[in-house]
T-cell receptor
Framework: EAGVTQSPTHLIKTRGQQATLRCSPI?????VYWYQQALGLGLQFLLW???????NRGNFPPRFSGRQFPNYSSELNVNALELEDSALYLC????????????FGPGTRLTVL | QQQVKQSPQSLIVQKGGISIINCAYE??????FPWYQQFPGKGPALLIA?????SEKKEGRFTISFNKSAKQFSLHIMDSQPGDSATYFC????????????FGTGTRLTIIP
């Protein structure tokens, strides 16, 4: 069974640009979560999508946004990039609302210059 | 109220020894406590998880001890091996339509021969 996949593996942008990160959940999973892992820090919750709707978001500015497609894949968009947005962005998926186990992808390393 | 405090930040244990990582939480609504293991360049992988209705859960060499009254839980790795060298994250979540995980800041574990 294929795990959570993310693309691209690495992404280099400059300040003010926009970044788009993509995630494909495990087959059969309807919930997708996005986390930011800055260097030396823990994982900070960004967004949760289930059945195409945003269910919850973390304490991040509105320039962090995303969506979930009918096939349950998801993308994370970060507008007006700032240097401190440089981090590993992790996507996780789970079976859906009320289930707990989240399975993580390998992440996208975003570097903002 | 949403914090999960993890200690120590780093830990060095001799091969064959016991590795112990501790976490404490504040939000009494948390009812799910997973531990994740992360190797460099990889996403976190679920190691073991516990719910508050039991005080201990064991899977192979890995044991979670849970103290509900103290709002603390810990991971014990018995007979630690060099292959256990990784970063370990505790997390906490609740199932009240708010299925995000709140992570600790991580413990870098190094097992020396």
């Amino acid at each position: 069974e294929a795990g959570v996949t993310q693309s691209p593996t690495h992404l280099i942008k400059t300040r003010g640009q926009q970044a788009t990160l993509r995630c494909s959940p495990i087959s059969g999973h309807t919930s997708v979560y996005w986390y930011q892992q800055a260097l030396g820090l823990g994982l900070q919750f960004l967004l949760w999508y289930d059945e195409g709707e945003e269910r919850n978001r973390g304490n991040f500015p509105p320039r962090f946004s995303g969506r979930q497609f009918p096939n349950y894949s998801s993308e994370l968009n970060v507008n007006a990039l700032e240097l401190e947005d440089s981090a590993l962005y992790l996507c996780a998926s789970s079976l859906g609302v009320g289930t707990d186990t989240q399975y993580f992808g390998p992440g996208t390393r975003l570097t903002v210059l | 109220q949403q914090q999960v405090k993890q200690s120590p930040q780093s830990l060095i244990v001799q091969k064959g020894g016991i590795s112990i990582i501790n976490c404490a939480y504040e939000n009494t609504a948390f009812d799910y406590f997973p531990w994740y293991q992360q190797f460099p360049g990889k996403g976190p992988a679920l190691l073991i998880a516990i719910r508050p209705d039991v005080s201990e859960k064991k899977e192979g060499r890995f044991t979670i001890s849970f103290n509900k009254s103290a709002k603390q839980f810990s991971l014990h790795i018995m007979d630690s091996q060099p292959g256990d060298s990784a970063t370990y994250f505790c997390a906490a979540g609740s199932n009240f339509g708010n299925e995000k995980l709140t992570f600790g800041t991580g413990t870098r574990l190094t097992i020396i021969p």
